[in-house]
């Protein structure tokens, strides 16, 4: 797993030489082929193993910790790597730079990312396919092409109209959605973003709507699902 905070993440104690060969080391690899899959693993994260093995979490900048973050979820050579916001508290150019290295990676190991984020745009960048979830409950899955290019759910459509754009005539006027989210310890029954959905409907309180195929993704909303009861519905 690699984690938001990549200071947070390292231990100051010890050297990124240290922090890269303890999980092989304590998987019961030698020492000597430790310290060889260090070399590689800081290769691979594009950072010089002369000039940075030996330092210590505070001699590097924010995004050079967070390449070794990700030459250490490498360490073990999983097939699944789980990201967490990896590159919400980058600066733009390297976070850029960081994007285009997982790709780099996921195509040379054959690597399978979970990449759970807030920006839509890096989303958009890494992804194959996307799951979209509001207050705990997944309420779209699908391709990414599908789910940026039609989106079915009210709350994805908020989410991707949110979106800032370059061109002056697609400027937000006016806020997606309103309101604020429901307290999570005790969420709305039925559908959870019903209190702030513009569709919403008797139907949407009374039950939860399940995830239902509808061809190009899967989308938890009653307007999608035939004969739920909804004025938008299809019937069955």
């Known amino acids: 797993m690699v984690f938001q905070d990549s200071y947070a993440s390292l231990n100051p ?10 999980a092989p080391r304590a998987h019961g690899l ?14 691979k994260v594009g950072l010089d193993p002369a000039n940075y093995a030996e330092r210590y979490p505070h001699e590097l900048s924010g995004g050079q910790r967070q390449r070794v973050n990700i030459a250490r979820a490498l360490a073990l050579r999983p097939r699944l790597i789980i990201l967490d916001e990896a590159v919400s508290a980058l600066d733009k150019s390297v976070e850029a730079q960081v994007l285009n290295m997982l790709v780099d990676l996921k195509t040379e190991l ?16 890494l992804s194959d396919r996307v799951l979209v979830m509001y207050l705990g409950k997944v309420v779209e899955l699908g391709s990414v092409e599908a789910i940026y290019g039609n989106p ?23 806020a997606p959605i309103q ?3 429901p307290n999570p310890i005790n969420p709305p029954s039925g559908c959870r ?9 008797d139907v949407c309180a009374r039950v939860e709507p399940p995830l239902a195929d509808t061809g190009a993704q899967a989308v938890a909303c009653h307007m999608r699902v035939a004969g739920s009861g909804h004025s938008k519905a299809a019937t069955p």
């Open 13 to 22: 104690r010890l050297t990124i030489a240290e922090t890269l060969a303890f």
């Open 30 to 43: 030698p020492a000597s082929e430790a310290r060889a899959r260090v070399r590689d693993l800081l290769d």
């Open 110 to 125: 054959s690597l399978t990312y979970v990449f759970i984020s807030h920006d839509l745009n890096v989303v958009q960048y």
């Open 152 to 174: 079915q759910h009210p709350y994805t459509r908020a989410l991707l109209s949110a979106r800032l754009s370059m061109d002056p005539r697609r400027r937000t006027r006016e």
């Open 179 to 181: 309101g604020d989210p």
């Open 193 to 201: 973003f019903r209190t702030r959905c513009p569709f919403a409907e």
